[in-house]
């Protein structure tokens, strides 16, 4: 007699995603007016943060100010269409430019007509892995960086820009490109630092920061206007300050760069590195206002729209484009409610663009220093390591990633920090604990006899608990581990139970593992049960049972119902027979 394959039909239906509620009210029509215009107003605040950063970022990627402008209208206008959050603004990022301008560097050296065609493919890339990524549905795979490294990276990569930017400011160019030999070679020139530059630099900067009280004052416009009044009123030339020049807008055509097949193979490979970091910070801003504000989100869709908006961006060669952090609270401190907002700051920006044209490139290149330099400063808190320490948990990933890239410089530093969260997050997947369960007391629950030491083993049975899914890189030393807890039973075991609440799914190789440890079992005259079997891996050890794990071993059962059950049938088999 054996313990029946059991399985537990749903009580209900339920309906796929996130269950959303009625409410038999409608909203009246003044009150959609009113969204409608804190959306309008939203648009026309944040299209004056947006604009100016958006030429102060492609500044930080090596490319003409009209990339970021165009990153900037296409992301607002497809996300606006086919995105989810009502709250996300999708322009160009500190970070994504950052990475892009290291890739570019290392595959261009100082040709910056092959730079642009580079950054051109990578982008168009970029944005056909994300679309390829939502079409196969790898929403779900939202944590490719985990978030300590996300953190020590940004901060890392702030001190680096703000460095960097400095030297642009003062006029000095030191030949290499890690922060330490960088920093040196730009203090060792420090007699031929533009003291003109950097005093209108630091000014803005004060005025950035000043401004920064008034949520509703869109800083970066006003500093750029101002500006621009400066240069109309002063030979800014004349004291070495340059301006940001022609933006030229006029000749926009799709078009797909004309590279090597071994260029676009090599930029495939660097895509990766650039798609990661576009999706973790777009995501993480995404989500985090979807949870505050209890909004639902496809991340699936988000990556087609993130795709489509990067494809768009790199075929009129303009930046790599996501939902950075800063921008995207601006719009929801700005009071947008809907995607509206984005669609208007398009606007806005569009038609600055076309009236004020020349006037913007009238900009001092200082000015634009300054705006990079105050938009990356809210990542430069030392704060954001404090959690790490008082959780006593990741301290070396987050160091680690801000320590790379001031070592390794930005597309370097993010490899080798995105290594070693895989390389620890595989350590200890391939190294769990393994728990052996008891009864508390006269419950039904089932806990750590290491934790509660007045738990109680059924007398006969061996309960183990893997602390991690099971997978081919972790599963023969797992069971290893639950064949050394039976023997030191000193033969008393009878029945192995293994449960399987922490595995989803099983591999190939965890389905033969599998198969030979409740053969090594048969083999010793004990039985082997698993318990607590998700459905898709019930589905797999069903389709693959045979005489060595038979259907009777697989069991969707709780721990308690399975030891309750061979009780049963201990005293059936026990019974006399009539």
């Known amino acids: 007699m054996g313990l029946p394959c059991v399985r537990y039909a749903p009580a209900g239906k339920t309906t796929k995603g996130i269950v959303t509620t009625t409410d038999s009210t409608h909203p009246t029509d003044s009150a959609r007016d009113g969204s409608r215009l804190r959306d309008l107003v939203a648009g026309c605040s944040i299209a004056g943060l947006l604009l100016p950063e958006a030429v102060a970022y492609a500044g930080i990627a090596n490319l003409p100010p009209q990339a970021g402008l165009i990153g900037l209208l296409v992301g607002l206008v497809v996300y606006g269409l086919a995105g989810t959050s009502r709250f996300a603004v999708v322009s160009a990022t500190s970070?994504?430019?950052?990475?892009?301008?290291?890739?570019?560097?290392?595959?261009?050296?100082?040709?910056?007509?092959?730079?642009?065609?580079?950054?051109?493919?990578?982008?168009?890339?970029?944005?056909?892995?994300?679309?390829?990524?939502?079409?196969?549905?790898?929403?779900?795979?939202?944590?490719?960086?985990?978030?300590?490294?996300?953190?020590?990276f940004t901060f890392?990569?702030?001190?680096?820009?703000?460095?960097?930017?400095?030297?642009?400011?003062?006029?000095?160019?030191?030949?290499?490109?890690?922060?330490?030999?960088?920093?040196?070679?730009?203090?060792?020139?420090?007699?031929?630092?533009?003291?003109?530059?950097?005093?209108?630099?630091?000014?803005?900067?004060a005025l950035l920061f000043g401004m920064s009280r008034w949520k509703n004052v869109p800083g970066p416009l006003v500093v750029i206007v101002l500006g621009i009044a400066a240069s109309h009123g002063v030979d800014l030339h004349h004291f070495g300050i340059g301006q940001v020049g022609t933006i030229d807008l006029a000749d926009l055509s799709f078009s797909i760069p004309d590279l090597s097949r071994s260029q676009w193979l090599r930029l495939g490979e660097l895509a990766f590195a650039l798609v990661l970091i576009l999706y973790a910070e777009s995501y993480?801003?995404?989500?985090?206002?979807?949870?505050?504000?209890?909004?639902?989100?496809?991340?699936?869709?988000?990556?087609?729209?993130?795709?489509?908006?990067?494809?768009?961006?790199?075929?009129?060669?303009?930046?790599?484009?996501?939902?950075g952090y800063s921008a995207t609270s601006a719009?929801?401190?700005?009071?947008?409610?809907?995607?509206?907002?984005?669609?208007?700051?398009?606007?806005?920006?569009?038609?600055i663009v076309a009236l004020l044209l020349p006037q913007l490139a009238l900009t001092p290149e200082p000015v634009l220093a300054a705006i990079v330099a105050y938009a990356v400063s809210h990542t430069l808190r030392l704060s954001v390591f404090r959690p790490y320490w008082?959780?006593?948990?990741?301290?070396?990933?987050?160091?680690?990633?801000?320590?790379?890239?001031?070592?390794?410089?930005?597309?370097?530093?993010?490899?080798?920090?995105?290594?070693?969260?895989?390389?620890?997050t595989l350590r200890n997947f391939s190294e769990p604990r393994v728990s052996q369960l008891g009864r508390l007391g006269t419950s039904h629950n089932y806990v750590d006899v290491s934790k509660h030491p007045e738990a109680t083993i059924p007398p006969g049975l061996l309960i183990a608990r893997p602390e991690a899914p099971l997978f081919f890189a972790n599963v023969e030393r797992i069971l290893l581990r639950v064949r050394h807890l039976a023997e030191a039973e000193q033969g008393a075991v009878h029945t192995v139970i293994i449960s399987l609440e922490e595995t989803p799914d099983l591999d190939g190789s965890t389905i033969e593992a599998l198969r030979t440890f409740a053969a090594g079992v048969a083999s010793r005259g004990r039985r082997l049960l698993l318990v607590r079997l998700?459905?898709?891996?019930?589905?797999?050890?069903?389709?693959?049972?045979?005489?060595?794990?038979?259907?009777?071993?697989?069991?969707?059962?709780?721990?308690?119902?399975?030891v309750q059950s061979l009780a049963l049938e201990s005293i059936g088999a026990d019974a006399p027979a009539t």
């Open 390 to 424: 008082s959780w006593q948990r990741d301290r070396l990933l987050v160091v680690a990633a801000c320590v790379a890239v001031l070592l390794l410089g930005v597309l370097d530093g993010l490899l080798a920090g995105i290594v070693v969260s895989l390389l620890l």
């Open 534 to 562: 998700k459905p898709p891996a019930l589905d797999v050890l069903t389709r693959s049972a045979d005489d060595t794990l038979p259907l009777g071993a697989l069991h969707e059962l709780s721990v308690d119902e399975a």
């Open 331 to 351: 719009n929801e401190a700005a009071g947008a409610t809907s995607r509206l907002a984005g669609w208007c700051a398009a606007v806005v920006v569009a038609v």
């Open 156 to 205: 890392g990569l702030a001190i680096t820009i703000i460095l960097k930017q400095l030297a642009s400011v003062v006029g000095v160019h030191p030949a290499h490109n890690d922060l330490p030999r960088f920093t040196y070679e730009m203090l060792g020139q420090l007699s031929a630092w533009n003291v003109n530059a950097l005093i209108v630099a630091l000014v803005a900067l």
């Open 95 to 152: 970070s994504s430019a950052a990475v892009l301008a290291a890739i570019t560097l290392s595959m261009s050296g100082a040709d910056p007509a092959q730079r642009l065609l580079l950054a051109a493919g990578l982008v168009i890339l970029s944005g056909f892995f994300l679309m390829l990524a939502g079409l196969a549905k790898l929403g779900g795979i939202t944590e490719f960086i985990a978030k300590p490294v996300l953190r020590g």
């Open 284 to 323: 993480s801003s995404i989500r985090s206002f979807a949870l505050k504000h209890g909004d639902s989100t496809s991340a699936d869709r988000d990556l087609l729209a993130l795709g489509f908006a990067n494809l768009g961006s790199g075929l009129l060669h303009g930046m790599p484009v996501g939902a």
